[in-house]
């Protein structure tokens, strides 16, 4: 007996990320999906951004790792709210993880919850989340080829944090060659150029995210 | 790597299906992967046959599995133009301008599957 299906493999995970998505909306939170490769500057980003922001709006943070408590204790150290999330093994989060870690949040009183995901340019692309936003953070040290060879993050996620530009006079990477690849494989993605050592460039990226929080705010 | 998780995903949507309609052994399954879903068929079948020898009972011996590839395409925007996307998957081939959009390929699909009482 055969039986057709034409089921999506990822129902399960897309079903999740739909009743996160309308949790998010009901609270009003804005949700930033944040994904690279490991050591890209995920966390030091958030670090600062949680500085610089945390005055203004309440921001928390899910954290996303294969193993420790690391990256949540680096946000928890600065005030705010963190969670983290162990993959064992896992090399992606997926939106029912998210789903299991809400009920630790008081979203209500969240402005931004972002979430870091696993360092890793491929799997993490395919599994919504629920989040409003896909943001992708790439290192200069990585090198110019990545934008080309991981294309399924960059054609999926709408602005590139382009960041570790402090170390750009002791590398070849290019910037007006990442520029054009970004625009080839995804013409509507956004870059921003931002040290998360120096902070050159992050009242770029603060001025997104207060753009972002402005498109959804009830009127 | 995350085509464990995927087949065990897959296989469970299967046995709950099979479960409703009194299906006990499974003897194929057919997926369709797209070339730009992140799915990577070589370890899809690798995993199968990781699952098939952990599930006697839900499986037939020669039981296969058969995966059909969708090619990535894009469409131009601007001129209508369908190609083959490359490295540059967005670049029009006529017009020379980033205005293409993949209109197949991302699909990845349990398509059907097969088995018996
Ligand atoms: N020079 C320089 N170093 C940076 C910058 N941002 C982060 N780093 C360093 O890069 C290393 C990795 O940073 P993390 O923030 O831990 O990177 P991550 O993306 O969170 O890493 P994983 O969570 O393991 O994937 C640390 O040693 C940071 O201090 C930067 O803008 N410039
Ligand atoms: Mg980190
Ligand atoms: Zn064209």
């Given at each position: 007996?055969?039986?057709?299906?034409?089921?999506?493999?990822?129902?399960?995970?897309?079903?999740?990320?739909?009743?996160?998505?309308?949790?998010?909306?009901?609270?009003?939170?804005?949700?930033?999906?944040?994904?690279?490769?490991?050591?890209?500057?995920?966390?030091?980003?958030?670090?600062?951004?949680?500085?610089?922001?945390?005055?203004?709006?309440?921001?928390?943070?899910?954290?996303?790792?294969?193993?420790?408590?690391?990256?949540?204790?680096?946000?928890?150290?600065?005030?705010?709210?963190?969670?983290?999330?162990?993959?064992?093994?896992?090399?992606?989060?997926?939106?029912?993880?998210?789903?299991?870690?809400?009920?630790?949040?008081?979203?209500?009183?969240?402005?931004i919850l972002f979430i870091e995901n696993v360092g890793n340019l491929v799997c993490p692309s395919g599994y919504d989340l629920g989040q409003k936003h896909k943001v992708v953070v790439l290192s200069v040290p990585?090198?110019?080829?990545?934008?080309?060879?991981?294309?399924?993050?960059?054609?999926?996620?709408?602005?590139?944090?382009?960041?570790?530009?402090?170390?750009?006079?002791?590398?070849?990477?290019?910037?007006?060659?990442?520029?054009?690849?970004?625009?080839?494989?995804?013409?509507?993605?956004?870059?921003?150029?931002?040290?998360?050592?120096?902070?050159?460039?992050?009242?770029?990226?603060?001025?997104?995210?207060?753009?972002?929080?402005?498109?959804?705010?009830?009127? | 790597?995350?085509?464990?998780?995927?087949?065990?995903?897959?296989?469970?949507?299967?046995?709950?299906?099979?479960?409703?309609?009194?299906?006990?052994?499974?003897?194929?399954?057919?997926?369709?992967?797209?070339?730009v879903s992140n799915a990577l068929p070589d370890a899809l079948h690798m995993a199968f046959e990781i699952f098939k020898e952990q599930n006697k009972v839900f499986f037939e011996d020669s039981a296969a599995l058969?995966?059909?590839?969708?090619?990535?395409?894009?469409?131009?925007?601007?001129?209508?133009?369908?190609?083959?996307?490359?490295?540059?998957?967005?670049?029009?081939?006529?017009?020379?301008?980033?205005?293409?959009?993949?209109?197949?390929?991302?699909?990845?699909?349990?398509?059907?599957?097969?088995?018996?009482?």
């Amino acid at each position: 007996m055969k039986v057709t299906l034409r089921t999506d493999v990822l129902t399960n995970n897309n079903k999740a990320a739909e009743y996160n998505r309308e949790l998010f909306e009901n609270t009003n939170t804005l949700v930033i999906n944040l994904m690279s490769s490991p050591g890209a500057g995920k966390t030091t980003l958030l670090e600062e951004t949680v500085r610089g922001l945390s005055d203004k709006y309440r921001i928390a943070v899910i954290e996303g790792d294969l193993a420790t408590d690391r990256d949540a204790d680096r946000i928890r150290a600065l005030g705010a709210k963190a969670v983290q999330i162990n993959t064992h093994g896992g090399c992606h989060l997926d939106a029912r993880m998210v789903a299991a870690t809400l009920p630790e949040f008081d979203l209500d009183e969240t402005d931004i919850l972002f979430i870091e995901n696993v360092g890793n340019l491929v799997c993490p692309s395919g599994y919504d989340l629920g989040q409003k936003h896909k943001v992708v953070v790439l290192s200069v040290p990585e090198g110019n080829d990545k934008i080309p060879k991981y294309p399924t993050m960059f054609m999926r996620t709408e602005l590139v944090l382009l960041n570790k530009i402090d170390l750009l006079p002791y590398l070849d990477f290019n910037v007006e060659e990442a520029i054009g690849d970004l625009q080839g494989i995804n013409p509507e993605s956004k870059m921003i150029q931002l040290s998360a050592r120096t902070k050159e460039g992050l009242d770029t990226w603060f001025t997104w995210i207060e753009g972002a929080l402005a498109a959804c705010k009830p009127q | 790597m995350h085509e464990m998780a995927l087949m065990g995903d897959i296989l469970n949507v299967i046995h709950e299906d099979a479960g409703k309609k009194g299906i006990s052994k499974i003897q194929k399954v057919e997926l369709i992967v797209g070339d730009v879903s992140n799915a990577l068929p070589d370890a899809l079948h690798m995993a199968f046959e990781i699952f098939k020898e952990q599930n006697k009972v839900f499986f037939e011996d020669s039981a296969a599995l058969v995966i059909h590839r969708e090619e990535a395409k894009a469409e131009c925007v601007v001129c209508g133009k369908e190609y083959i996307p490359d490295q540059k998957l967005a670049f029009c081939p006529v017009c020379r301008m980033p205005s293409g959009k993949i209109i197949s390929g991302e699909t990845f699909q349990i398509l059907s599957y097969e088995g018996r009482q």
